[in-house]
Nanobody, 125 residues
């Protein structure tokens, strides 16, 4: 499975961006899809995750109410709508997917089997 992320860019504080991540290859083997981010000098952190059906979603406290994760195309594409962006949201955003069919959404990176290449999001103050 290959994950291709896109949609990053430069935006002013208070603005919005929409990230996309498309899975290709053996997509039937993808379960949970999630977004992580890593800012310079910091560890990679969980942002949001969705079960394959989209019925289960999970968000980090820091983005809850501002970001929305969704899945389309039979669960092969995941989006992250980011609103009311803040300078502290600046990071490289990575999409990830598990092989597990479980709807449980891990918040640590270990259980994720596939990773995209990352897309830079920069929020200016």
């Amino acid at each position: 499975v290959q994950l291709q992320a896109s949609g990053g860019g430069l935006v002013q504080a208070g603005g919005s961006l929409r990230l996309s991540c498309a899975a290709s290859g053996r997509t039937f083997s993808t379960g949970v899809m999630a977004w992580f981010r890593q800012a310079p000098g910091k560890e990679r952190e969980f942002v949001a995750g969705s079960s394959r059906s989209g019925s289960v979603r999970s968000y980090a406290d820091s983005v809850n109410g501002r970001f929305t994760i969704s899945r389309e195309n039979a669960g092969t594409t995941v989006y992250l709508q980011m609103n009311i962006l803040k300078p502290e949201d600046t990071a490289v955003y990575y999409c990830a997917a598990t092989r597990s069919s479980s709807a449980y959404i891990p918040r640590n990176s270990g259980p994720y089997d596939y990773w995209g290449q990352g897309t830079q999001v920069t929020v200016s103050s």
